[in-house]
């Protein structure tokens, strides 16, 4: 039974869709079978991963409203072991239609539920918000990665996520995790994100991954080709972060170990 993974942060452009792609992709290389589930009205996961939004007629919103089966709507990309269920924009109307339905917290995990066996992990990409979406996607998961980018303001609404995500575990789904706080867009050459990486650090200490994602050209580059970042470039620093990431994930859920000596450290420049 997969392990289901919901990337949500209220806050937009921290990097959830970009970590939600490229963690995806790299439990793909690394043979898991992987289902991305774009739970976003902006369908970015979608066109990320090679799919034209205006094209997709069956998205996440016809299971969750319709209950159309969700694995004859399972796209394949051109990442082996990766597979996606897309969003298209009308996922905007889906918060309004179910919100006088019963049990309306716990439509996506119905849709999970029917190909959660087929797949070792389910990546969520939530939305910017703390709606009825997100909070479905949490309600369906086993845990939540936060997405925090090193700036400024980086621990601004991150209070109202994790109040949001402990009424999720009172009311709703006692199981979920924290899977952990992820810093992405870290440029070394900026002291501001250095003060920025210790001050979570120690505010939620074993809470945040050790791995860390650097700012990178080529990770910009790769949805707009519709690629994971190690499909786009394998060699760059944002490949062998978020390959790193998967392995963290794997050894902390018991599903790998790795050794020092086969850690790899993130290559210092752009690309």
Known sequence: MGKVIAIANQKGGVGKTTTAINLAGSFAVLEYKTLIIDADPQA?????TGFDPRNITTSIYECIIDEVEPDKIILNTETPNLDIIPAHIDLVG?????INLPNREKMMRKVIEKVK???????IDCSPSLGLITINSLTAADSVMIPVQCEYFALEGLGKLLNTIKIVQTRLNPDLDIEGILLTMFDQRLRLAKQVVEEVKTHFQQMVFETIIHRNTRLGEAPSFGETIIMHDANSSGAINYLNLAREILQKNGMTSISESDKQIPIANEN
Request: net charge negative; charged share 25%.
């Open 117 to 123: 066996d087929n797949y070792d992990f389910i990546i």
């Open 94 to 98: 889906a918060e309004i239609e179910i």
């Open 44 to 48: 970015n996961a979608t066109s990320g």
